[in-house]
Nanobody, 123 residues
Framework: QVRLVESRGGLVQAGGSLRLSCAAS????????MGWFRQAPGKERDFVGG????????YYADSVKGRFTISRDNAKKTVYLQMNSLKPEDTAVYCCAAAPFGSSRYGKNYPYWGQGTQVTVSS
C-alpha cells in the first residue's frame, strides 16, 4: 500500500516562503497523479494544487495561483509544494495525496493520503 509522508511545516511570516515535500513509498509513484490539499480549523478540506504523473500538467486553486508551485521528482518519489508570498489565510494543515488513476481537484478521487503538516502564517 502507498504511504505518503510530508515534511515538517512551520511558522512563517506573511510574505515569506516555505517548501513542503511529500515522500512516497510502497507504490508505483511515477504512474500516480499527485495533489496537495489543505484544511484550516473548522473548515472543509480544500484543493491546493495537482500534478500529472509525468509532471507535464499542473493546476491550482485560484486562491494560490501565481504564488504556489507544485512539482515532482519521480526518481526520488517525491512531490513538492513551493509556497511564496504566503498570507495568513494560507494557514492550514497541508496534506499530499496520490491518485493511481489521475489527479483531480477532488479529494474523494485520492485513495492515499499523508498525515498532514501544519503551516502557520503570521501577520
Amino acid at each position: 500500500q502507498v504511504r505518503l509522508v510530508e515534511s515538517r511545516g512551520g511558522l512563517v511570516q506573511a510574505g515569506g516562503s516555505l517548501r513542503l515535500s511529500c515522500a512516497a513509498s510502497g507504490g508505483t509513484f511515477s504512474n500516480y497523479g499527485m495533489g496537495w490539499f489543505r484544511q484550516a480549523p473548522g473548515k472543509e478540506r480544500d484543493f491546493v494544487g495537482g500534478i500529472s504523473w509525468s509532471g507535464a500538467n499542473t493546476y491550482y486553486a485560484d486562491s494560490v495561483k501565481g504564488r504556489f508551485t507544485i512539482s515532482r521528482d519521480n526518481a526520488k518519489k517525491t512531490v513538492y509544494l513551493q509556497m511564496n508570498s504566503l498570507k495568513p489565510e494560507d494557514t492550514a494543515v497541508y496534506c499530499c495525496a496520490a491518485a493511481p488513476f489521475g489527479s483531480s481537484r477532488y479529494g474523494k478521487n485520492y485513495p492515499y493520503w499523508g498525515q498532514g503538516t501544519q503551516v502557520t502564517v503570521s501577520s
